[in-house]
């Protein structure tokens, strides 16, 4: 579960490295989970010169990928993952062009197609 003032690794080539979570968006008392939107400050970003990155202090939506606590697939089993992430969204789609590492299959069950389009392998 992602509450307030959670920290989250990114996954996508955006140029952010770390977010942090001001606000669960249609989240429960529980805050939210997998597949979840977030409201999120940009924490720690990686500067290249020669294209303008996302900046420290910006604000963004972020679809989380994975999270610390179980979640429930088909049957009884439970997966988990050993740290929070999240990929940055905007209105039409993601913001970067390229997700590293893997993501779990029930994002293909939640017809996020252009999500599904940028991953590389599936868990």
Do not use: W
């Not at 940009?42 to 020669?50: G, S, V």
């Not at 900046?55 to 740290?83: M, P």
């Not at 913001?95 to 999500?115: A, H, M, P, Q, T």
Request: proline share 2%; net charge positive.
């Amino acid at each position: 579960m992602i509450f307030k003032q959670t920290k989250l690794d990114v996954l996508d080539n955006s140029g952010a490295l770390l977010v942090g979570c001001i606000q669960p968006l249609r989240a429960s008392k529980l805050g939210a989970g997998l597949g979840g939107l977030i409201v999120c400050s940009i924490k720690k970003n990686l500067i290249k010169r020669k294209k303008k990155p996302v900046l420290r202090g910006q604000i963004f939506k972020a679809l989380i990928l994975s999270t610390k606590v179980a979640t429930k697939r088909f049957g009884h089993i439970y997966i988990s993952a050993d740290k929070n992430t999240a990929i940055l969204v905007v209105d039409n789609g993601p913001v970067g062009n390229r997700i590293f590492g893997s993501i779990l299959f029930e994002f293909r069950l939640r017809n996020l197609s252009k999500v599904v389009a940028l991953a590389e392998t599936f868990i």
